[in-house]
């Protein structure tokens, strides 16, 4: 049989429905310009189709809801914290962990410990904007070293995630390894497009990083996003099943920091994890000054049976396909009206590329960020910038230095929207593609100094300047 569609099916049915509404667009207009035009001061409720993140935003499973409600809740000894401890050690293969409320307490914990003196070195293949900033709160040094592809928004290519091997061992050679308490490798890539990770790099970086006695450790956020596309595309792998690929991936590393938020699919938790069992001791006596008792962290105990329910179904093969052919579904459609994307498309998003959709605004006029406060206003729906305004830095000298990429990320939720959402989506940023000479960008008028994309400020500029 022929179809006009060739959808891969979503692999569940719906059980529970949110009501969503679209408000009228001078509604719209008129909030984006009350709240500064940044998407995240809107409320919910001001939002039709809310493509923010992929974070703490899917539709959990009756068989977690379940597990929820039957775990027992307690202070110490809780059963959920066994049932996680079981998954971990059964899907990442770590011998120890502990829980944290989300991911980036498990860095907090992770940079503290092992960051020991000012001004030592994070290599990352791109750390992600709380990585970077736990890092710089403990006065260590980010490093991005991802191979130049990265850069190449348009250039179709399999692992534009990895690490640029060869880079990272200048890099310790140059600074010399005593100067390096970790490398981190971070699967899929987020900031360059939610791009994945090969099997082969995770080994070379593993093997560096162990040739010079310095630990590895993954920000698996998107462990099993990432293992899919191991499957898909990288040579060998296309017999194994998503466990199998998950285990080895994990089995390079010394440690993982995680937040169950994506692939555990639940709406807040994360973890730290290790096979050392002196470091494990260090995280869990931070843990219990700032997080909680180990056996709940930074979370109630029901919180701990959804991420470990969540964990087991993010590894199942066709959940992971029909995901991707959702993300697909939504790349292709940009991509065939020419609307120019990071391609290949992402794990977890499609990310538009702001510079190249609106060649007509300089760094300093937030093309991406216009493009996604334009694309509320016109549709009620929420992308987010992941450019000038979130990873943008300013010189010494006071000027603005931009982002090497300038993206708008049209993250998708798991398991929330269906492939007519997704359509309305493409629909609306090709339409905004169509008249996108009529953008006029944004002037930055407030802006804290650490993570300041979620709190900053900006005024439209007038058409004529
Ligand atoms: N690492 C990566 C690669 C991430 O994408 C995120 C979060 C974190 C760490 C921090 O985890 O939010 O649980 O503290 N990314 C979300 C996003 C916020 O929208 O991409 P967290």
């Known amino acids: 049989m022929t179809s ?18 679209l408000k009228p667009r001078a509604y719209r207009e008129k909030r984006i310009g ?51 401890d079981r998954a971990v050690k059964e899907i990442f293969g770590f011998e120890h962990f502990v829980p944290t ?58 692992f534009k995630g990895n690490m640029d091997t060869n880079k990272l061992e200048n890099f310790i050679n140059e600074k010399g390894p005593e100067n390096i308490p970790v490398v981190m490798l971070t699967i899929t890539n987020n900031t360059v497009g939610g791009q994945p990770v090969s099997m082969k790099n995770i080994r070379k970086v593993s093997e560096i990083a162990h040739d010079h006695k310095i630990p590895m450790f993954l920000d698996a956020c998107r462990f099993a996003e990432n293992a899919f596309f191991i499957k898909e595309r990288e040579p060998g792998y296309r017999d194994k099943t998503i466990r199998e690929i998950v285990k080895e991936e994990f089995s390079y590393a010394d440690g993982c920091t995680f937040s169950g938020k994506k692939e555990a699919l ?21 843990l219990v000054v700032i997080e909680g008792f180990p056996t709940y962290g930074g979370m109630a105990c029901r919180e701990l049976a959804a991420m470990a329910v969540g964990l087991h ?11 991707h052919a959702q993300i697909e579904f939504l790349a292709d459609s940009l991509d065939k009206q020419g609307v120019p994307i990071v391609k290949p498309a992402g794990g977890h998003a499609v990310y538009v590329d702001g510079k190249e959709f609106l060649p007509h605004l300089t760094p300093d006029k937030f093309p991406a960020q216009s493009l996604t406060a334009q694309l509320y206003i016109e549709s ?21 230095i931009p982002a090497k990429l300038d993206l708008m990320r049209l993250a998708i939720p798991r398991r929330r929207y269906t492939i007519s959402h997704l359509a309305y989506v493409a ?18 008028v407030y802006a804290p100094k650490l993570l300041g994309h979620f709190l900053s400020r900006f005024e439209p500029i007038p058409k004529n300047i």
Not at 4 to 21: A, C, L
Not at 313 to 323: F, G, I, N, P, W
């Open 4 to 21: 006009p569609f060739n959808f891969t099916p979503e692999s569940y049915r719906i059980k529970t429905i949110e009501k969503i509404e």
């Open 101 to 158: 409320h989300q991911g980036r307490a498990a860095e907090h914990i992770l940079f503290s410990t092992i960051i020991t003196k000012e001004g030592q070195y994070v290599p990352n293949n791109t750390h992600f904007d709380t990585t970077e900033a736990n890092v710089m709160y403990k006065k260590g040094i980010p490093m991005n070293l991802p191979v130049e592809e990265a850069y190449q928004p348009g250039k179709v290519s399999d």
């Open 380 to 400: 009620g729906i929420r992308a987010v910038e992941l450019g000038n305004s979130c990873f943008g830095k300013t010189g010494d000298d006071g000027n603005f």
């Open 266 to 286: 639940t709406n807040i938790g994360g973890m730290l994890c290790t096979r050392d069992k002196e470091l494990y001791e260090k995280f869990r006596n931070l």
């Open 427 to 444: 629909d609306s940023v090709v339409e905004l593609y169509e008249q996108r000479d009529q953008i006029t960008g944004l002037k930055r």
């Open 313 to 323: 179904e993010s590894t199942d093969y066709d959940y992971q396909k029909a995901r």
């Open 34 to 84: 009350e709240v500064g035009y940044n998407v995240f001061m809107l409320d919910i409720d001001d939002i039709f189709i809310d493509l923010l993140t992929d974070s703490g935003t899917s539709a959990m499973s009756d068989e977690q809801w379940a597990a929820m409600l039957t775990t027992k809740q307690a202070y110490a000894g809780s059963n959920s914290y066994r049932l996680l």
